[in-house]
């Protein structure tokens, strides 16, 4: 569902039921807390039946109480700042083994994300990396980071790859100034979202080029702009967000589209390895 979802909860307000009211009431009034409760639990707050709490979500046009429940936790991860983000997650861990628990939730991101992956959108992005004429990759702050890594392996295989780094809005839009049709951007972002990748996204679809989205849900400001949506799991650790499974999904396009391009990169390859050992890259004395 697109749009503020607390808007949207305040205008049918009036048609909600005396149960579905107190469901209401309680998530516009603490929406950071309601967004990680189970429905059995967000039952017993308010004083309602499980099945109340369901109906609520499923009468907000969601599938079910799950999905009404991850759209409400996007929604909280863009409004909430950062010592907000800290003190919620740090609520939600506990107390007892830090390390352990941000393992397993990080697993857990990356199951869920293999239940949500749409193959037929994934392969789709793949073809279109291939075809295009240039491929852009845009990410700014945290996920820079994942631009970056993404920017150094594909180009070992293609020649025609851009990273577009910019500390301004003027020199983002320079860089994509010489986009045309069938050139391909694949933007990354995740709550809270950039507002310099939303624009440059923009920009990008009115030159009618290809947009690959990797972003956290279809809730996204980047979803409705995307022709292959790529989404992947980045719930909160602490005020940073887990970053692994948008990191799966990113060696899983490298690796799929090694494949594609087999026969090319395996010479590139053997041309780098020479040019690392004639200039001593790597340490091998530990090899």
């Known amino acids: 569902m697109n749009g503020d979802l607390l808007k949207h909860i305040e205008e049918k307000m009036p048609s909600f039921s005396k149960g579905q009211k107190r469901i209401a009431t309680y998530i516009l009034e603490q929406y950071d807390k309601a967004?990680?409760?189970?429905?059995?639990?967000?039952?017993?707050?308010?004083?309602?039946?499980?099945?109340?709490?369901?109906?609520?979500?499923?009468?907000?046009?969601?599938?079910?109480?799950?999905?009404?429940?991850?759209?409400?936790?996007?929604?909280?991860?863009?409004?909430?700042?950062?010592?907000?983000?800290?003190?919620?997650?740090?609520?939600l861990m506990g107390e007892g083994n830090v390390l352990g628990k941000v393992l397993l939730s990080d697993a857990e991101r990356i199951r869920r994300t293999l239940e949500i992956t749409n193959s037929?959108?994934?392969?789709?992005?793949?073809?279109?990396?291939?075809?295009?004429?240039?491929?852009?990759?845009?990410?700014?702050?945290?996920?820079?980071?994942?631009?970056?890594?993404?920017?150094?392996?594909?180009?070992?295989?293609?020649?025609?790859?851009?990273l577009l780094q910019s500390t301004s809005g003027s020199e983002l839009f320079e860089q994509l100034l010489p986009l045309h049709k069938g050139d391909t951007v694949i933007a990354i972002s995740f709550p809270r979202y950039s507002k310099?990748?939303?624009?440059?996204?923009?920009?990008?679809?009115?030159?009618?080029?290809?947009?690959?989205?990797?972003?956290?849900?279809?809730q996204s400001p980047l979803a409705p702009l995307a022709d292959q949506l790529l989404v992947a799991q980045s719930d909160m650790a602490s005020f940073v967000d887990s970053l692994v499974a948008p990191m799966s999904i990113i060696n899983a396009m490298i690796v799929a589209l090694s494949r594609r391009k087999q026969e090319e990169l395996d010479r590139r390859l053997r041309e780098l390895e020479d040019v690392w050992d004639r200039y001593d890259v790597y340490d091998k004395k530990s090899i």
């Open 35 to 91: 967004a990680y409760l189970t429905a059995s639990k967000l039952s017993e707050i308010v004083g309602v039946s499980e099945s109340t709490v369901v109906r609520f979500a499923i009468e907000l046009g969601f599938e079910g109480y799950p999905d009404f429940q991850h759209s409400l936790q996007s929604l909280m991860r863009n409004r909430l700042t950062s010592f907000q983000r800290m003190e919620v997650s740090n609520q």
């Open 196 to 218: 310099s990748v939303i624009h440059g996204v923009e920009f990008a679809k009115g030159r009618q080029v290809n947009v690959i989205a990797l972003t956290d849900s279809t």
């Open 120 to 162: 037929v959108s994934f392969d789709r992005a793949i073809e279109e990396i291939v075809k295009a004429d240039n491929i852009y990759i845009l990410g700014v702050r945290s996920s820079s980071y994942l631009a970056g890594f993404l920017n150094y392996y594909l180009r070992m295989i293609f020649d025609r790859v851009r």
